[in-house]
């Protein structure tokens, strides 16, 4: 059965229970930094370690603005703010995330930086040339229309501009369920990084390079459950606090589809290239 994006993703006091399950605990009116937030933020396969590696690869300047396409809770922008001193946008379909992110970063004392801005992707509010540089990290799974979201983002970038995209795509044989991402296949829009490079390049941007980071994730994986960490009621994973009890059961079953072969995880870099300011 399909269910809406929204739906999927979206659930009551998420702040409340990530302020909960911190580390430190927490002043009601005291601002807090945005590393105490990070191992609850980052909604995505490899977490931190993963947005610091893309991260490293946009390496944006301080006086840049960035757009982040499905900004979620806001960490990866709150990570990129804080780090490179940037200015971010972030833009997401699911409310309770775009109201998560809103109160957090005010939490963190980054919200001169950071706003988010409630809305599909597909059709973005705001005005062409606008961004520096843009990224998208593990959203694209839940995208039926990719191209659109796509040609937006060439749209709203200045000519020169960079994109990075992240995505889980899709290899041979069919994954388990239910994914971080979707609970059933009728709600997940895998697709092959061939299709997924093709509308990149169709969208305007020149490919500057692509990587197939699936061993990574597997390789992580099989570190962790090496060291013995296996979550118990009192040591939720991070993740499981945000996206809810059977989030455990749905990484598992993302790093079973990975080591099968079912899966990959693709990190695309492209740009718009300088003469492109018409389009
Ligand atoms: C796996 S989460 C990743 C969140 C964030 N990028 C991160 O890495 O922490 C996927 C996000 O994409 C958002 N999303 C899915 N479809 C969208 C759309 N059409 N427009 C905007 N956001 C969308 C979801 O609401 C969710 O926040």
Known sequence: M???????????????R???AAAQPVVEGAPISAEMLFPFDQLHGRELVATKDHAAKLNPAADTHLLDVGSGI?????YFANVFGCRVTGIDVTPEFVAAATDLTRRTELAEK?????????????????????YCFYVGMNLPDKPSVIRECFRVLKPGGNLLWTEVTSNSGDPYYPLPWARDAAGSHV?????????????????????DETDAHVELARRIKAAGFVPTEDQRQANEVVLGNDFVERRMNYIR???G??????VIFGQKGKGEAGR
Do not use: C, W
């Not at 399909?2 to 409340?16: K, L, N």
């Not at 072969?261 to 693709?266: F, V």
């Open 114 to 134: 950071v706003d988010f801005v409630e809305g599909n992707a597909v059709k973005m509010p705001f005005k062409s040339a606008t961004f520096d540089h843009a």
């Open 74 to 78: 806001g960490g990866p922008a709150r």
């Open 18 to 20: 990530i302020l909960a």
């Open 2 to 16: 399909s269910v809406r994006v929204q739906d999927h993703y979206g659930s009551a006091d998420i702040v409340e």
């Open 257 to 259: 589809s990975l080591s």
């Open 191 to 211: 697709g092959t990084s061939e299709k997924l490079l093709d509308h990149i390049r169709e969208a305007g941007f020149e490919l500057l390079s692509v990587d």
């Open 261 to 266: 072969g079912a899966l990959a995880s693709t």
